[in-house]
């Protein structure tokens, strides 16, 4: 488990725990572009939250969390893409939203 799944989201995030298929959607993106040499890569990622407009997914694979930027190319990437922070905690998301958005 991991701080992910407790925390509520605010805007921009948009919390995905209740909207399965759009979960599931683009979980399946972030899938597709996720290449070989990509520190991702190999772990079974669930997204949570989305940033729509940012083109950003919130994923948790057991207590790891990141934010990927989603290239939607529809196929595997090269890395660095898609682009991914790894959050340790809900402040250092605050913090990138704050930084970034």
């Known amino acids: 488990m991991s701080w992910a799944d407790v925390v509520m989201f605010a805007d921009p995030m948009i919390d995905l725990r209740a909207d399965p298929r759009r979960a599931a959607a683009l979980a399946g993106e972030l899938r597709r572009e996720i290449g070989r040499k990509h520190p991702l890569v190999g772990a079974r990622w669930t997204v949570v939250a989305e940033a729509a407009s940012q083109d950003e997914v919130l994923a948790v694979a057991g207590d790891q969390v990141v934010l990927v930027h989603l290239t939607w190319s529809g196929k595997k990437e090269s890395p660095p893409w898609p682009q991914s ?7 250092a998301l605050l913090q990138l939203i704050a930084d970034r958005y």
């Open 85 to 91: 922070v790894a959050l340790p905690d809900h402040e």
